[in-house]
């Protein structure tokens, strides 16, 4: 076997043993909260740690009386991997009541994520507590590399040749969306803010028949809530004279291909026609 076979051969063989051991591209990531509430026997503080999925909007915890007083609001911020504590002081005189107390963890103005702890206090120190509770889910991606994950998710549905484009979506946060669209030139032709409903899916109609669409090209419909890049999500869409055109997909490739077929087809005839007859 000469050298440039020989070097040929390992090239293959290096190349076949790369394909072999790719790594797996399947990831999995949590979403949702989970909290725990611990204290120890006679102690004057409670301690809450928990984890959250949003990463944008802090923490907030509330503690009730036995009678119903609020004695205790606080609010903590989630470090960048979605971690959080906080440590509650029982030796104020606003916990001299003997009973339990109810801590309340919620996410969210409109309480996405909500737990609500017991702790027991006597004399103004707490009972030996440990109780915690979760709503996380765990979901797996695979396929492709994985990426920051996005916990708001765009889909728009445009029909070719009319004037209006349905904006659908889903987040795992209540507070309001902000929907806007940017002409082809940069400019702003709509803005406006839906709230989700209360499975966090979110809906709206854009009408493109009104003088601001009657630029031609494409124009960007964009998703977000709040200032973190996880909740934001974008789509384009192709107008020309106000209308929604397709874009080159389905319908075009059939056109296209009926175009060649007639083209092979004069292109036939014609050269039967040239044929000498003897």
């Given at each position: 076997?000469?050298?440039?076979?020989?070097?040929?051969?390992i090239a293959i063989l290096a190349g076949v043993a790369t394909l072999t051991i790719s790594p797996s591209f399947a990831q999995q990531y949590q979403s949702g909260m989970e909290v725990s509430l611990s204290a120890e026997q006679g102690s004057t503080m409670v301690t809450l740690t928990g984890f959250t999925s949003i990463l944008a909007e802090d923490v907030a915890i509330t503690v009730t009386s036995p009678n119903g007083n609020i004695v205790t609001i606080e609010q903590v911020s989630p470090d960048r991997?979605?971690?959080?504590?906080?440590?509650?002081?029982?030796?104020?005189?606003?916990?001299?009541?003997?009973?339990?107390?109810?801590?309340?963890?919620?996410?969210?103005?409109?309480?996405?994520?909500?737990?609500?702890?017991?702790?027991?206090?006597?004399?103004?120190?707490?009972?030996?507590?440990?109780?915690?509770?979760?709503?996380?889910?765990?979901?797996?991606?695979?396929?492709?590399?994985?990426?920051?994950?996005?916990?708001?998710?765009?889909?728009?549905?445009?029909?070719?040749?009319?004037?209006?484009?349905?904006?659908?979506?889903?987040?795992?946060?209540?507070?309001?969306?902000?929907?806007?669209?940017?002409?082809?030139?940069?400019?702003?032709?709509?803005?406006?803010?839906?709230?989700?409903?209360?499975?966090?899916?979110?809906?709206?109609?854009?009408?493109?028949?009104?003088?601001?669409?009657?630029?031609?090209?494409?124009?960007?419909?964009?998703?977000?809530?709040?200032?973190?890049?996880?909740?934001?999500?974008?789509?384009?869409?192709?107008?020309?004279?106000?209308?929604?055109?397709?874009?080159?997909?389905?319908?075009?490739?059939?056109?296209?291909?009926?175009?060649?077929?007639?083209?092979?087809?004069?292109?036939?005839?014609?050269?039967?026609?040239?044929?000498?007859?003897?």
């Amino acid at each position: 076997m000469s050298i440039r076979k020989t070097y040929l051969l390992i090239a293959i063989l290096a190349g076949v043993a790369t394909l072999t051991i790719s790594p797996s591209f399947a990831q999995q990531y949590q979403s949702g909260m989970e909290v725990s509430l611990s204290a120890e026997q006679g102690s004057t503080m409670v301690t809450l740690t928990g984890f959250t999925s949003i990463l944008a909007e802090d923490v907030a915890i509330t503690v009730t009386s036995p009678n119903g007083n609020i004695v205790t609001i606080e609010q903590v911020s989630p470090d960048r991997n979605g971690n959080f504590m906080a440590v509650l002081k029982t030796s104020s005189i606003l916990w001299k009541q003997d009973g339990t107390y109810i801590v309340t963890i919620q996410q969210s103005e409109r309480n996405l994520y909500k737990f609500r702890l017991p702790v027991q206090v006597i004399g103004g120190t707490t009972q030996f507590t440990s109780v915690s509770d979760s709503s996380l889910a765990t979901h797996v991606t695979s396929g492709v590399p994985f990426q920051e994950t996005r916990y708001l998710h765009l889909d728009v549905v445009a029909v070719i040749g009319e004037t209006t484009i349905d904006v659908r979506g889903q987040t795992d946060r209540l507070d309001d969306v902000t929907i806007k669209v940017t002409a082809p030139n940069g400019n702003i032709v709509s803005i406006d803010q839906i709230t989700p409903n209360p499975d966090g899916s979110f809906l709206t109609v854009l009408h493109t028949d009104s003088d601001l669409w009657k630029q031609d090209g494409f124009y960007t419909i964009t998703a977000q809530q709040g200032e973190s890049s996880l909740y934001t999500d974008s789509a384009d869409v192709e107008i020309v004279d106000g209308v929604i055109i397709p874009e080159f997909g389905a319908i075009a490739a059939l056109v296209l291909a009926v175009a060649i077929i007639s083209i092979i087809a004069v292109t036939a005839k014609t050269r039967l026609s040239i044929i000498p007859k003897y």
